[in-house]
């Protein structure tokens, strides 16, 4: 053997003996992880991190030239911003926290605005922003508004007058948060563009995945109105926003603001286009352009009706006077329409007392009468509420803060006490002669009966196509006989007369409510408190809803031999698991699960309560997926899974032992910010024992691994999150390969 080979031969003995101890091994190919969040910050310090700490947001553009004419030539062209100069730049920008702390990421950024407003001359304009690679607070996609761009008022402080922009956009948020809507995270901040001056701006998170999934929602169609048609009206009227004197408004109709998810699969597709039928409708069947038939949205329409009462009530008449600034979530799992708080322009700066508008509006409708009535009942703690908007950059008194709260329920109380004047919604057909002709035309498309039709939008004259291109569908820029097309819906019959969709079979025992989808054959012993189901194909699942706290019962399920699996991840009911259990509150049930044929066996989400044993054997894919939830859960036993054993995110869990055998991937997942303590756990054969990812903690004791490939992997897997923790107590665990610890996480044994 030559000195060369000795040497290699001696380093390599000398890097197993010294490194085989050490309870930090790293191991730098880990396929699942990406870079480290901010230059490998860690977890103690990046988990802290608040609006308060962020000092200045610096945005540099490699092609400064280019953005300053493009931003100029914004500025000097027509009455408003013209898309064409609302092009993406790429630019670094660098977060910088106090103590030093600076984050840096790749992103992209152009003007954001449709009136000049936007733009303040020379050079300062409201930004959308585009994050590359990394995250603020967990936000990827976000905008800067110039302050004057938002809510503008005079408010008396009680001995100090002053005057303020963009006040009422975060009070709102915080406010509409705190009374239980999706509202987006809301401050203000310094920031500067190619090392000019600062400016105070408002900056606010866009509805996106990242804002649907925080506010712990599986993530599904989003939906707007397309203004297209709206803008035009008022260009035409040299911007003034009346109707034409022929007594007709602009066209209005639905948009899918998340097209990438739409077209993630077909099940996807379909479920986005339900929600977009149902929005159109609830649009073509309103009175006028200022409302919507809330009727059409879903089951819990009611709480539309309550969120509008309260924005009414708040004057936050800008986002519910028209319909084109309206904004949903569809929940397919309760089937509703959630709304959105966006641009309220809240006006709440009532010197005089409680003021409204147009009351013959309000008493159009007994619904909105009784949704603010009930919102009466609502209590607002305004120590919290004033502490909330403080960390968002308000100064305000308490009694400030308490003297807007007491406005609130005096206005609500002014619609509470107005007399029901209902007036009836009208059909489609007469709607839309109501709008204002315009060269768009309507598409129809349904797959599963290959009928593909194209009509005008007064649903007059249509005609057949050929099958489109699924993924061209949700563009807005579809041409058919030189016309503007826009995909609308299923069917022109379906907007013309009552929807109506695929519904599971349903049934409820002891207020526990069953959903089946496709064939399932269902078996109820009651004096045992036990629930057989077996599911005889490929699309059969269960979904479980309680109308009170789920006690002492086991649930029993089980797969037919099915070999065809389906390749999307959800169906068309966003469910995921053969058994799954939605919005329930449990204590000491039991559930047993065997060859499931789901993408996960068993799936709780935003569940809460105790469980008290779970058993999955041979599940398909994943077996148990806990997610949004808080659960304790006294055994859980896995036994072959042809992905992971558990997977958790998003919630709180507290489990005392575990056996997870033949995990064909990770035996234990731990994800999406989840706090996870587990007293003895015991993993054999599997990829990787435990992987703990993306902004997650974990507090393990008696852990034992065995025949696994790697023991422990910390890491962060998705942009919107950071590095994590794991503290683990008595580990016996030999990998094949070493741990992963990534830069920023931290691991501790004892």
């Given amino acids: 053997m030559n000195s060369k080979k000795i040497l290699v031969l001696i380093f390599c003995i000398v890097f197993i003996i010294f490194f085989s101890d050490n309870p930090q091994p790293k191991n730098l190919n880990n396929q699942d992880s990406i870079q480290p969040y901010c230059n490998g910050l860690p977890f103690e310090i990046a988990s802290k991190l608040t609006s308060n700490d962020l000092e200045i947001i610096e945005i540099e553009t490699p092609d400064s030239r280019g953005w300053y004419e493009n931003l100029y030539k914004a500025e000097i062209t027509g009455n408003y911003i013209n898309s064409k100069f609302k092009k993406y730049f790429d630019a670094n920008i660098t977060f910088k926290f106090k103590n030093d702390i600076n984050c840096v990421s790749q992103a992209e950024v152009r003007i954001h605005g449709d009136f000049k407003d936007h733009i303040i001359p020379p050079f300062t304009s409201s930004l959308d922003v585009k994050l590359v690679n990394d995250n603020i607070f967990g936000i990827t996609k976000f905008k800067l508004f110039i302050p004057q761009t938002r809510s503008i008022g005079k408010y008396v402080d009680f001995g100090t007058n002053s005057e303020t922009a963009a006040d009422g956009e975060i009070f709102g948020s915080v406010m509409m948060r705190s009374l239980g809507f999706l509202s987006p995270r809301t401050f203000y901040v310094q920031a500067s563009v190619n090392s000019g001056n600062s400016s105070n701006f408002l900056f606010q998170e866009k509805i996106t995945k990242e804002f649907i999934e925080n506010n712990k929602y599986r993530e599904g169609p989003i939906l707007e109105t397309n203004e297209k048609y709206v803008w035009k009206d008022s260009i035409d009227n040299n911007y003034v926003?009346?109707?034409?004197?022929?007594?007709?408004?602009?066209?209005?109709?639905?948009?899918?603001?998340?097209?990438?998810?739409?077209?993630?699969?077909?099940?996807?597709?379909?479920?986005?286009?339900?929600?977009?039928?149902?929005?159109?409708?609830?649009?073509?069947?309103?009175?006028?352009?200022?409302?919507?038939?809330?009727?059409?949205?879903?089951?819990?329409?009611?709480?539309?009706?309550?969120?509008?009462?309260?924005?009414?009530?708040?004057?936050?008449?800008?986002?519910?006077?028209?319909?084109?600034?309206?904004?949903?979530?569809?929940?397919?799992l309760n089937n509703e329409f959630i709304p959105i708080s966006y641009d309220t322009n809240i006006q709440f700066f009532f010197a005089d007392g409680p003021y409204l508008i147009d009351e013959e509006f309000y008493s159009k409708y007994s619904l909105i009468i009784e949704a603010a009535e009930s919102m009466l009942s609502t209590s607002l703690d305004a120590k919290s509420i004033n502490k909330l908007i403080a960390k968002n950059g308000i100064d305000w008194s308490l009694e400030y803060t308490e003297y807007i709260i007491e406005k609130f329920y005096t206005n609500l109380s002014l619609i509470a006490s107005l007399e029901s004047n209902d007036k009836d919604f009208i059909n489609s057909k007469d709607s839309l002669k109501l709008k204002r002709n315009s060269n768009?035309?309507?598409?129809?498309?349904?797959?599963?009966?290959?009928?593909?039709?194209?009509?005008?939008?007064?649903?007059?004259?249509?005609?057949?196509?050929?099958?489109?291109?699924?993924?061209?569908?949700?563009?807005?820029?579809?041409?058919?006989?030189?016309?503007?097309?826009?995909?609308?819906?299923?069917?022109?019959?379906?907007?013309?007369?009552?929807?109506?969709?695929?519904?599971?079979?349903?049934?409820?025992?002891?207020?526990?409510?069953?959903?089946?989808?496709?064939?399932?054959?269902?078996?109820?012993?009651?004096?045992?408190?036990?629930?057989?189901?077996?599911?005889?194909?490929?699309?059969s699942k269960v979904l479980i809803k309680s109308l009170e706290k789920i006690n002492d019962w086991e649930f029993r399920i089980k797969s037919l031999n099915i070999d065809e699996i389906s390749d999307s991840r959800s169906d068309e009911n966003l469910l995921t698991g053969c058994l799954t259990f939605y919005e329930t509150k449990v204590e000491n049930i039991k559930i047993l699960s065997d060859n499931a044929h789901c993408e996960d066996a068993v799936n709780f989400i935003s569940a809460t309560g105790s469980i008290d044993r779970i058993e999955i054997n041979n599940a398909s894919s994943d077996a148990l997926d806990l997610d949004f939830s808080d659960l304790r859960v006294l055994t859980t036993t896995i036994n072959n899974a042809g992905n992971d054993c558990l997977d958790v995110s998003a919630g709180n869990y507290n489990m005392i032992y575990l056996e997870l055998l033949n995990c064909k991937d990770k035996a234990l997942s731990i994800g999406e910010e989840s706090y996870v303590e587990i007293k003895n756990i015991q993993i054999k054969e599997s990829e990787i024992a435990i992987a703990v990812k993306d902004s997650s903690n974990a507090v393990i004791t008696n852990f034992y691994g065995e025949n696994v490939k790697s023991c422990v992997n910390a890491y962060r897997k998705k942009q919107e999150f950071g590095p994590v923790r794991i503290q683990i107590a008595d580990r016996n665990c030999i990998g094949v390969t070493e741990d992963f610890i990534q830069e920023g996480s931290s691991y501790f044994e004892e």
């Fill in 241 to 332: 926003r009346t109707n034409p004197q022929d007594g007709k408004s602009a066209l209005e109709f639905g948009k899918l603001l998340n097209r990438n998810w739409a077209l993630r699969s077909y099940e996807n597709y379909i479920l986005s286009l339900e929600a977009l039928e149902k929005y159109n409708k609830a649009i073509f069947t309103a009175n006028t352009s200022r409302e919507l038939n809330n009727k059409m949205l879903g089951d819990n329409y009611e709480n539309i009706y309550k969120f509008e009462a309260s924005l009414w009530a708040l004057r936050g008449f800008h986002a519910v006077e028209n319909t084109h600034n309206r904004k949903f979530f569809f929940n397919k």
């Fill in 440 to 539: 768009a035309w309507f598409l129809f498309t349904n797959f599963e009966k290959s009928i593909f039709e194209v009509c005008d939008q007064y649903l007059d004259n249509c005609f057949m196509i050929n099958e489109p291109d699924i993924t061209e569908l949700f563009n807005n820029d579809l041409i058919y006989q030189g016309n503007n097309t826009y995909l609308i819906g299923f069917s022109k019959e379906n907007i013309l007369n009552d929807i109506n969709f695929k519904e599971s079979n349903e049934i409820v025992v002891d207020q526990i409510r069953l959903e089946f989808v496709d064939e399932v054959e269902f078996e109820l012993e009651r004096n045992k408190k036990v629930m057989s189901f077996i599911l005889q194909n490929k699309k």
